[in-house]
C-alpha cells in the first residue's frame, strides 16, 4: 500500500468513533501493535527531542525501504507514535519525504492533544522525515 493508502484507511477508522474518549482508546490499542524498538536502541540518541514523555525511535533499511521501530513511557504518545509508524514505515525514503501528513488534521489529533503532546507529534513527525532524508543519501 502507498502512503496515501494507508493514511486514507487510518481516516475512515478513525471516522467510525463517535467521540474522542473512543478514539483515544483506540490509540491505546494501537500503540499495543507497535512494532517495538529493541532495547540496545533505547539510548538518548533515538530520544525525540520536544516530547514531553520518551518516544525512542529507530529507523533501517530493509532493500530500499526503511522500517522504523518506536516505544513510548507513555501510552497515548505510544498510540500517536503508532499511527505514524503506520503510515510510514515500510515506504521508500523519497516516499516518506514527499508524503504530506494532512491526515493528522483530518483525524483531529492535533486539536485534540495538549499543545505539549502537539508539538511532540510534530516533532515525531520531523524525525520520521530527518531519517527518510538521511537514508535516501546513502541509497543514491
Known amino acids: 500500500m502507498t502512503i496515501k493508502e494507508i493514511q486514507e484507511e487510518i481516516i475512515d477508522e478513525f471516522s467510525m468513533f463517535d467521540d474522542w474518549m473512543q478514539r483515544y482508546e483506540y490509540m491505546i490499542e494501537l500503540g499495543k501493535s507497535l512494532p517495538l524498538i529493541e532495547e540496545k536502541y533505547k539510548t538518548d540518541d533515538n530520544i525525540i527531542k520536544g516530547c514531553q514523555s520518551k518516544v525512542w525511535v529507530h529507523a533501517e533499511l530493509d532493500g530500499d525501504k526503511l522500517v522504523f521501530t518506536a516505544d513510548s513511557d ?67
Open 74 to 140: 507513555a501510552i497515548i504518545t505510544k498510540g500517536i507514535i503508532a499511527i505514524l509508524i503506520r503510515a510510514f514505515s515500510n515506504q521508500k525514503p523519497q516516499d516518506i519525504i514527499d508524503a504530506d501528513t494532512e491526515f493528522i488534521d483530518e483525524i483531529g489529533l492535533k486539536e485534540h492533544l495538549s499543545p505539549t503532546r502537539a508539538n511532540g507529534l510534530v516533532s515525531m513527525i520531523k524525525q520520521l522525515k530527518l531519517y527518510a532524508v538521511a537514508y535516501q543519501t546513502q541509497l543514491k
